[in-house]
């Protein structure tokens, strides 16, 4: 069994920083890809961004590129996404993943269907 546990979570204001974590745990948890995804009220949950930390490469939504980063903690095995000028609209429950399987050294799903792991999510809410 794979768990995924995300943290750091809040209400701030817009043009604050955050930075959320994802800690990962069980005994057949190997991947090397992990995503973030978010979910506002009514809306569809969405593409975030994403790491595959063997082959040192990373994607991010247009929404939030040059605003967020995310990066690994190799130590604790624990993946962060620092969310830095956030805004309103960045408001959602945002969820850590990871793929059941990565079909390849340079796999980097940006997309729901690419992933079989999801973490419980954590609020963040930015006011104006």
């Known amino acids: 069994q794979v768990q995924l546990a995300e943290s750091g979570g809040g209400l701030v204001q817009a043009g604050d920083s955050l930075r959320l974590s994802c800690a990962a745990s069980?005994?057949?948890?190997?991947?090397?890809?992990m995503g973030w995804f978010r979910q506002a009220p009514g809306k569809e949950r969405e593409f975030v961004a994403v790491i595959n930390w063997r082959a040192g490469i990373t994607a991010y939504a247009d929404s939030v590129k040059g605003r967020f980063t995310i990066s690994r903690d190799n130590a604790k095995n624990t993946v962060h996404l620092q969310m830095d000028s956030l805004k309103p609209e960045d408001t959602a429950v945002y969820f850590c993943a990871a793929p059941l399987t990565s079909s390849s050294s340079s796999y980097l799903p940006r997309t729901k269907s690419g992933y079989g792991y999801w973490g419980q999510g954590t609020q963040v809410n930015v006011s104006s």
């Open positions: 069980g005994r057949t948890f190997s991947s090397y890809v």
